[in-house]
């Protein structure tokens, strides 16, 4: 994860400009492996919802869209469960 901030902002304070996620690309098209731009970095920038509570105040809140995930093949899942079936 690369994660970069505007000039001068302080860390504590300020979500980062964009935050670049490293995935697997090599079941990806391949075109874009072979062009000039990294295509296993995904930039993710903050997203801001907005709006007006009931009392007419305006409200707004930044958050960067990342989930916490990780994946494993079928073909791995049945290896790594065999073992504990075997008696």
Same mark, same amino acid.
Request: hydrophobic share 40%; proline share 10%; aromatic share 10%.
């Given at each position: ?6 000039? !001068?902002? $302080? %860390?504590?304070?300020?979500?980062? &400009? @964009?935050?670049?996620?490293? +995935?697997? =690309?090599? !079941?990806? $098209? %391949?075109?874009?492996?072979?062009? &000039? @731009?990294?295509?296993?970095? +995904?930039? =993710? ?43």
């Amino acid at each position: 994860m690369k994660i970069w901030y505007k000039p !001068g902002a $302080d %860390p504590k304070v300020i979500l980062p &400009a @964009v935050v670049f996620v490293q +995935v697997d =690309v090599s !079941g990806r $098209d %391949p075109y874009l492996r072979g062009s &000039a @731009v990294d295509p296993s970095w +995904v930039p =993710v920038v903050p997203v801001t919802a907005r709006g007006e509570s009931k009392t007419g105040k305006f409200l707004a809140s930044s958050q960067l869209p990342l989930t916490l995930t990780w994946a494993i093949t079928i073909h791995k899942s049945q290896f790594h469960h065999s073992s504990a079936f075997t008696p």
